[in-house]
């Protein structure tokens, strides 16, 4: 998936770092995202906790770092899903296709998400399939989407992408021994249930909500119909203190106080609402503290943003925690 702020091409970087200075066990990635961080570790380390408060970033993260065991009948079913005849019944046909007069899928692709989806509810029985299915599903969705990568808007017409036809491609994850743990809890309420040797942190940088941005992945993942707002459709939206920067400090203060892990990274970058400054004098209280950065290619969901830089630095925050 095209994400915001998604550490894909920096993820061998940061993990070669984090083995320089710790040898991780219980690995937590406490704003997963995608789960890029997670998966890179998976296989590594006894346990990941893997944590987001986004319903869809749940979803994927249930299967790619929850499920652990090869589902045998796993392909038979996309097969089945792939070949269902399409309804014209569903939620994101008549409320985010031309129906609705909004073009976030073509119309062909809009029936087909919503007959695979109400499908899906079928497999509940088995959480493991159930979760690779439903996180199969928001994947092949994103691949024909008709916007500029984020779902803030649709663009006005059909891309060459949403014309193709949705196809529901299998959603690969790590197969091992060992059983890891996913959740969608506030951050800070999390980490005061948790502990491990590592914690790793990327938090949204900046005031852009990841529920606006991806309200209709939530809406695919939840399948629960409701009134949209506006004319693109706006679901109901968790806030995030972390996106916000009158509460942004106070946030990761308490987050770093209440964390009980021996080591914890945290990306971020130069264009955050937090300073360079703002984090090193947090983090500094509660231990040894290093800073290294990276420079890289930078990733754009629009042109109409405040960065027009093509690269920008990768900030890689490192806290000891109790030596000084």
């Known amino acids: 998936m095209n994400y915001i702020g998604s550490k894909y091409k920096l993820s061998n970087w940061i993990k070669k770092e984090i083995t320089k200075r710790a040898t991780p066990q219980i690995f937590c990635d406490l704003f997963a995202g995608t789960g890029i961080m997670g998966r890179v570790f998976k296989k590594d380390v006894k346990k990941v906790i893997s944590n987001d408060i986004e319903y869809y970033a749940y979803v994927l993260n249930r299967n790619y770092i929850g499920n652990h065991k090869n589902l045998k009948e796993k392909l038979e079913v996309i097969e089945y899903l792939n ?9 994101i046909y008549n409320t985010y296709c031309s129906p609705a007069g909004r073009l976030y899928f073509s119309d062909e692709n809009g029936k087909k998400i919503d007959t695979i989806r109400m499908e899906i509810e079928k497999f509940r029985y088995d959480e493991d399939l159930y979760y690779f299915l439903l ?7 994103d691949k024909v989407a008709n ?28 197969e091992n021994e060992n059983e890891h743990f996913v959740s969608q809890k506030d951050a800070n309420e999390l980490i005061k249930e948790i502990s491990g040797n590592v914690l ?27 009134e949209p707002k506006g004319k693109t459709g706006l679901r109901n939206y968790y806030k995030s203190p972390w996106c916000q920067k009158g509460k942004v400090k106070e946030a990761f203060e308490n987050l770093i106080k209440n964390a009980e892990f021996e080591w914890i990274f945290l990306s971020y970058n130069n264009e955050g609402l937090m300073s360079e400054e703002d984090i090193r004098n947090i983090m500094s209280k509660y231990g040894k503290y ?35």
């Not at 940088?205 to 119909?225: F, V």
């Open 135 to 141: 996180a199969s599903l928001i994947e092949s969705a």
């Open 83 to 91: 070949n269902l005849p399409l309804r014209d019944d569903g939620f």
């Open 147 to 174: 916007t500029a990568s984020v779902y803030g808007a649709f663009l006005k017409k059909l891309k060459k992408s949403a014309l193709k036809p949705l196809v529901l491609e299998p959603a690969i994850y790590e």
């Open 200 to 226: 790793y942190l990327d938090p949204p940088y900046n005031s852009r909500q990841y529920g606006a941005n991806y309200h209709l992945l939530n809406t695919i993942a939840e399948y629960k119909e409701f």
């Open 290 to 324: 290093e800073l290294i950065k990276k420079e890289y290619q930078r990733y754009k969901a629009d042109r109409n943003r405040v960065y027009k830089d093509n690269k920008t630095y990768e900030y890689l925050h490192i806290l000891k925690k109790g030596l000084r």
